[in-house]
């Protein structure tokens, strides 16, 4: 069964870190690319970054960009997004995506295979 998780969300103080892990089982993330979306409450959702089968890495959102990192560990099967500098509108549910084509990355949500259940991210004092 393909099924992707996010872990690692949860409530940090502004100007704090928090890395979110998306973990792939049923298949190898190592032959997908793995994107990064969010959704806040009443927005629409955006693509934020995605990570190649190759390993290239794609940024899509400027007020994310210089902050955001994403990494992949394909022993682990896992790829992570490592978030820095958190600011209050950085608060969403973060999900992350597989897309079934070798050394494609997309920054729309609407040609990925696969998404994850979600998870929670807030940013407040």
């Known amino acids: 069964q393909v099924q992707l998780v996010e872990s690692g969300g949860g409530l940090v103080q502004p100007g704090g870190s928090l890395r979110l892990s998306c973990a792939a089982s049923?298949?190898?993330?190592?032959?997908?690319?793995i994107g990064w979306f969010r959704q806040a409450p009443g927005k629409e959702r955006e693509g934020l970054s995605c990570?190649?089968?190759?390993?290239?890495?794609?940024n899509y959102e400027d007020s994310v960009k210089g902050r955001f990192t994403v990494s992949r560990d394909n022993a682990k099967n896992t790829v992570y997004l490592q978030m820095n500098s958190l600011k209050p509108e950085d608060t969403a549910v973060y999900y992350c995506?597989?897309?079934?084509?070798?050394?494609?990355?997309?920054?729309?949500?609407?040609?990925?295979?696969?998404w994850g259940q979600g998870t929670q991210v807030t940013v407040s004092s």
């Open positions: 995506a597989a897309v079934r084509r070798q050394y494609m990355c997309y920054r729309d949500g609407t040609e990925y295979d696969y």
């Open positions: 049923g298949f190898s993330l190592g032959d997908f690319g």
């Open positions: 990570i190649a089968s190759s390993g290239g890495t794609f």
